[in-house]
């Protein structure tokens, strides 16, 4: 595996989206939801700090080497899974900051979607199909892996 590089600039998201070519002809393998809470032998619960909370998410890719998205301080995920007359493959992915979006620190989050059209102020909190995946987190950073 290689090493892990940070999102910290737009120009980074450039340097990831210009890597995996946007994402065209990929798909969304596995995801792996960390929270860092537990309930300790006493049964008190820790409910972990903000950088607990991670999210990793495995991509395989018809044309680029399958690669690894960590998202730390999770704030929000919505996965859309099987869709009835919808392949799962993406065609072009949105990953950009967001200052404000959403209350509390950091006031910059990023999100990334499964649609490079993804609209952060215009979601629908009905369950419908077709569905995007998206993800919002303080903090992305990457790397290619070997198998998964």
């Keep these: ?3 892990w590089q ?3 600039s737009q120009n980074d998201i450039d340097e990831l989206l210009n890597f995996y070519v946007g994402f065209h002809d990929s798909c969304l393998v596995s995801a792996n939801y960390r929270s860092g809470a537990f309930v300790d032998e006493k049964g008190a619960m820790g409910n972990g700090d903000a950088d607990q909370h991670e999210l990793l998410v495995v991509f395989h890719s ?3 080497p399958r690669i690894e998205l960590c998202f730390t ?3 929000q995920f919505h996965l859309a899974g099987w869709q009835d007359n919808y392949f799962c493959d ?3 992915a949105h990953l950009s900051f967001y200052d404000s979006l959403l209350p ?3 006031s910059r989050v990023i999100v990334w979607s499964d649609n490079e059209s993804f609209d952060v102020q215009n979601l629908a909190s009905a369950i419908h199909e077709p569905s995007d995946t998206y ?3 303080n903090a992305l950073k990457w790397r290619v892996i070997d198998k998964q």
């Design 73 to 75: 301080g999770l704030r």
């Design 90 to 92: 993406i065609f072009g």
């Design 1 to 3: 595996m290689s090493r």
């Design 62 to 64: 018809q044309w680029k």
């Design 6 to 8: 940070k999102i910290a």
């Design 135 to 137: 993800i919002v987190a």
């Design 104 to 106: 509390g620190t950091p």
